[in-house]
């Protein structure tokens, strides 16, 4: 018999928030205006509550929103999956608002849902401001965006916060470079950056910043390297180590991925995720103390559709394993919604009928996003041998998230202020239980105490 042991009096990082990124699929939904036989509402509705309402959902806080490169409107690079690409604001003689109508859609009404954390991410500079014309390079690792361009980057992006914010979207956040590491040479929107290419851009985009006066509580985040591995002490050095870019910097985001390459014999150092954690973790204590790392993007990057628990407990590991490693403050999917064989997104859609499908992945999400609230504190927790628990709390209410990844049930004996269960497994989808002193974590579940 396991018992769930609280330790209060040990806590670690403050927590802000889960999020999810709208890039490809807003620009989709946006325009389902269909009615959900099921619910009655339109579909785009119905898809923004149950991600972000927290009663009728699952609560989502945080909305990464794609201020795209404008690959859609030109049809430029090589880019064959069309929702792949994305609208620009941005034109020869000025800015036409009317674009991205879909995604802008699901932006506004993510907010009047519950999201109250806005994030504009970018991908790649608009296509007027690149090298060659495109959202994505034509030779592997070299950067798209010339040094004369950067101040005109720069002033899109921050026209384009003013705008939205002036139409009541709360951006708080606005990270320009997204997985600089990356070649990019097709796929996607995309942009490759130097450490050092970097720095200058950032230290432009502070420049610009201070210029305006009603941006002055805005933050940069960045840099996002794409995998825990590789550079990002680099990239690190880049956001928290120029004294200017700190100004405009509270936190450090990086892409939680860790793909190991496909050769026959690799390293058991390459394949020690863990490890590669907790340096970096020990590394921001001694030379960035104090300053919260967060997860802003991560998905369960496999082939074909999976509904089911096996890719739910690997997500809930990686969010587990961040939580209690890197002790991220944030921690943010990538997207919410998915239309390609592929196993990413919470729900999978369906263009030819517009249909969506909610897999285990989301129940799972939910199990964290629903319950445990902005401003909440981890604290140390144990649910005994071979189960895997965080816990957070806040005015005195406490959330236990506890993973039982093994193939058979476990008993445990959980607090007599035990309020609340929740499970997600193969039968259940973050369905209540009544509060017992004795429960049964079924076998491969995700469970959520409130106590």
Not at 31 to 49: A, L, Y
């Amino acid at each position: 018999m396991n018992r769930l042991v609280l330790n209060p009096g040990k806590t670690y990082q403050t927590f802000e928030n889960f999020g999810v990124s709208a890039a490809w699929w807003a620009q989709v939904i946006g325009g389902w205006t269909e009615i959900d036989e099921e619910s009655g509402m339109p579909k785009r509705e119905r898809i923004s509550q149950i991600l972000f309402d927290k009663e009728k959902g699952i609560g989502v806080r945080c909305y990464r929103y794609n201020l795209g490169g404008g690959s859609a409107q030109s049809g430029n690079g090589n880019i064959p999956e069309p929702s792949r690409r994305a609208e620009s604001f941005d034109t020869d003689d000025g800015y036409d608002w009317s674009r991205d109508e879909n995604a802008v859609w699901m932006l506004n009404q993510a907010i009047k849902d519950g999201a109250d954390e806005i994030i504009f991410f970018v991908n790649s500079p608009p296509e007027r401001l690149t090298k060659n014309g495109k959202a994505h390079l034509d030779k592997a690792f070299r950067t798209n965006l010339a040094p004369e361009n950067y101040r005109s980057f720069a002033n899109y992006c921050l026209d384009c916060v003013e705008h939205f914010r002036a139409n009541g979207v709360p951006v708080k956040y606005l990270s320009p470079v997204n997985e600089p590491v990356w070649k990019w040479t097709g796929g996607q929107e995309g942009c490759h950056y130097k450490p050092s290419q970097v720095r200058k851009l950032m230290r432009v985009f502070v420049d610009e910043m201070n210029k305006r006066p009603s941006l002055s509580d805005l933050k940069l985040s960045g840099a996002e390297n794409g995998d825990i591995r590789w550079f990002n002490k680099s990239y690190c050095r880049v956001m928290l180590g120029d004294k200017k870019i700190r100004t405009k910097t509270d936190s450090i985001d990086t892409h939680s991925y860790f793909l190991t390459p496909s050769i026959p014999v690799v390293s058991l150092f390459i394949k020690n995720r863990i490890a590669f954690m907790k340096r970096f973790r020990k590394y921001m204590d001694k030379r960035f103390p104090g300053v919260p790392v967060k997860t802003s993007e991560w998905t369960h990057m496999q082939g074909g559709r999976d509904y089911g628990m096996d890719s739910a407990l690997e997500q809930t590991k990686v969010i587990m394993e961040d939580l209690t490693v890197l002790n991220v403050a944030s921690w943010q999917l990538w997207i919410a919604v998915s239309n390609v064989d592929y196993c990413d997104g919470l729900i999978y859609e369906n263009d030819e009928p517009r249909t969506f499908e909610l897999t285990k992945r989301y129940y799972a999400f939910g199990n964290f996003s629903k319950f445990i609230e902005n401003g909440s504190v981890r604290f140390d927790v144990d649910a005994g041998k071979n189960l895997n628990a965080v816990g957070f709390t806040k005015d005195g209410r406490s959330v236990v998230v506890i993973a039982n990844r093994n193939g058979e049930d476990a008993d445990i004996e959980l607090p007599a202020d035990t309020k609340e269960i929740y499970v997600t497994n193969d039968e259940y989808s973050l369905t209540q239980f009544e509060p017992v002193k004795k429960f049964t974590l079924p076998a491969k579940s995700v469970t959520t105490i409130i106590i």
